[in-house]
């Protein structure tokens, strides 16, 4: 898994994230302070999730053979009672029968973000402080 790279930029809270060769932007919307030049963190969760989830259903399906035409997830978040809930949402389109439709639910929810947010999490920071060149008034010698 290619590490991602995040690096605060201009605006409040525009972040600029680089994962290999891709460049996206994070932000918080103008409701929470920012200035809605990208989606916000618990946002990449939520898409995370959602193209994962289709992925592992399209793949799974291809590898079936099974007439699949498309899938579409959506997913939302919300906070209720101190949880983040994530509410998810497919549409599978095709000549399916009732058990396939079935497994591919089953399959939904074994995709490899569903597992990792749903298994344990642990989460490991290494902190460093770098002192920036900051013009230091001049000092004179007594």
Known sequence: MRPATITSTQGRFRQTVRVGRH???????????????????????????????????????????WPLDSVQVKVAGDRIDGAFVMTRSVLVKGKL????????????????????LTGPIRIETVFAAEETSAESPSRQDE
């Open 97 to 116: 029968t009732g058990e396939q439709s079935a497994r591919l639910l089953e399959v939904a929810n074994k995709c490899p973000v569903h597992r990792s």
């Open 23 to 65: 460049v996206l932007v994070a932000d918080e919307e103008v409701a929470a302070g920012g200035d809605d030049e990208g989606i916000a963190p618990h946002e990449w969760i939520l898409a995370g999730l959602g193209a994962c989830t289709s992925m592992t259903i399209k793949m799974y399906a291809e590898r079936k053979g």
